[in-house]
């Protein structure tokens, strides 16, 4: 079973954007989704932006000032809004969460690609 689903990567020049999107399955309330995190090519899994149930919002030092993690209750989905992009950030990007009010969180998207390349 599938409990997230991601979406928005794609191929951008540097200095461009792309906005990722990434829903559950199922009820907010059976899911809670943590953050992002991406896997360049070589590179070991890195976690990139989380938000919490009260809006808090943290970040890799390698993207602050470019990225925004953001969700909107109404369409239970979060986002990463990714702006001034640099090849550097080219890498598989994987929504992440778990069973809600657990701690654990074993839960991944597909994958989305986002290549930034002139």
């Known amino acids: 079973q599938v409990q997230l689903v991601e979406s928005g990567g794609g191929l951008v020049q540097p200095g461009g954007s792309l906005r990722l999107s990434c829903k559950p399955s199922g009820s907010i309330f059976s899911v809670y989704v943590r953050g992002w995190y991406r896997q360049g090519p070589g590179q070991q899994r890195e976690l990139v932006a989380t938000?919490?149930?009260?809006?808090?919002?943290d970040y890799a030092d390698s993207v602050k000032g470019r990225f925004t993690i953001s969700r909107d209750n109404a369409k239970n989905t979060v986002y990463l809004q990714m702006n001034n992009l640099k090849p550097e950030d080219t890498a598989v990007y994987y929504c992440?969460?778990?069973?809600?009010?657990?701690?654990?969180?074993?839960?991944w998207g597909q994958g989305t690609q986002v290549t930034v390349s002139s």
């Open positions: 992440n969460g778990g069973p809600s009010g657990t701690g654990v969180f074993n839960y």
């Open positions: 938000i919490t149930r009260g809006g808090s919002t």
